[in-house]
């Protein structure tokens, strides 16, 4: 089965610096997400991509965020400038359609430590 | 703002025995609802799904109910398998939360051999 796949598992990065977080959505998927959940908490939309425009965000999505897709394939968030508190498990998903009632698919996350 | 709330953390069901997960909503508007499991180091993977036209949808070993008065459905497992240990999250959209799913905090449920 298709898989949404996620680069690099973990990322232990110091405070103040810039990450980039990469997804490879499914191959005919249209709609690309990023959710985070911290630990304990429950999983948090931050935003959602279609045709190389944000098609929505959510307020976590501040002016430290961006998301990019470079290229026909890959799907990255880009945090300018960590903080502690972007300690989280960043997950990918993507949807065919970006339909209200349509499931989507997640890759298995990348593991951000902000220290 | 926790729209969706699974208020019980974890839950221990013995093999063979009924497991039943809880999930309540506060948004009316929500009218799509899925469950996910999700293993350790993995990503969520769909489990189920129901819509409000709905007030059940059954898949094989795994019933999703709804009950919209209540904002509140259930996802019961029978009969629950080892395999079946993981966290499950429940997630909700509907017309007014665009293309975004509000998901609870997850139970972590063990079935116990």
């Known amino acids: 089965e298709p898989e949404v796949t996620q680069t690099p598992s973990h990322q232990v990065t110091q405070m103040g610096q810039e990450v980039i977080l990469r997804c490879v959505p499914i191959s005919n998927h249209l709609y690309f997400y990023w959710y985070r959940q911290i630990l304990g908490q429950k999983v948090e939309f931050l935003v959602s991509?279609?045709?190389?425009?944000?098609?929505?965000k959510s307020e976590i999505f501040d002016d430290q965020f961006s998301v990019e897709r470079p290229d026909g394939s890959n799907f990255t968030l880009k945090i300018r400038s960590t903080k502690l508190e972007d300690s989280a498990m960043y997950f990918c998903a993507s949807s065919e359609q970006g339909l209200l009632n349509e499931k989507l698919f997640f890759g298995s996350g990348t593991q951000l430590s902000v220290l | 703002d926790q729209q969706v709330k699974q208020n019980s953390p974890s839950l221990s069901v013995q093999e063979g025995r009924i497991s039943i997960l809880n999930c309540d909503y506060t948004?009316?508007?929500?009218?799509?609802f899925l469950w996910y499991k999700k293993y350790p180091a993995e990503g969520p993977t769909f489990l189920i799904s129901i819509s409000s036209i709905k007030d059940k949808n059954e898949d094989g070993r795994f019933t999703v109910f709804l009950n919209k008065s209540a904002k509140h459905l259930s996802l019961h497992i029978v009969p629950s398998q080892p395999g079946d240990s993981a966290v499950y999250f429940c997630a909700a959209s509907g017309w007014d939360t665009g293309n975004q799913f509000y998901f609870g905090t997850g139970t972590s449920l063990t079935v116990i051999p």
């Open positions: 991509f279609y045709n190389n425009e944000i098609s929505e």
């Open positions: 948004n009316s508007m929500f009218d799509y």
